[in-house]
């Protein structure tokens, strides 16, 4: 069975960065959206941002610019860019193709 492969995780202080990485098969890449979830400590899942097939990227309402995503297309690879980090960012990421495929997640800590 297909899995996403996260990841990028870690611990980073109140407005520092981090980069998550999500790869999939070519085959899967190339024809379903991508795009993250977060579950937080007590809290419900919630989307982070996903990007189209046509590189058409859409965000939480939380971000407030301070995430990116994009596709490399030659690593088959969907990133989450994260600036600005502040400690309610602290979860478990998960990535998903098509909501069909699914990493196991990647603990993003934010504490100082």
């Known amino acids: 069975q297909v899995q996403p492969v996260e990841s990028g995780g870690g611990w980073v202080q109140p407005g520092g960065s981090l980069r998550l990485s999500c790869e999939v098969p070519?085959?899967?890449?190339?024809?379903?959206?991508m795009g993250w979830y977060r579950q937080g400590p007590g809290k419900q899942r919630e989307l982070v941002a996903e990007?189209?097939?046509?590189?058409?990227?859409y965000y939480g309402a939380f971000v407030k610019r301070r995430f990116s995503i994009y596709r490399d297309m030659d690593k088959n690879t969907v990133y989450l860019q994260m600036n600005s980090l502040k400690a309610e960012d602290t979860a478990v990421y998960l990535c998903?193709?098509?909501?069909?495929?699914w990493g196991r997640g990647t603990q993003v800590t934010v504490s100082s």
């Open positions: 998903h193709a098509g909501e069909i495929y």
């Open positions: 070519e085959s899967i890449f190339r024809i379903y959206s």
């Open positions: 990007i189209g097939t046509d590189h058409t990227p």
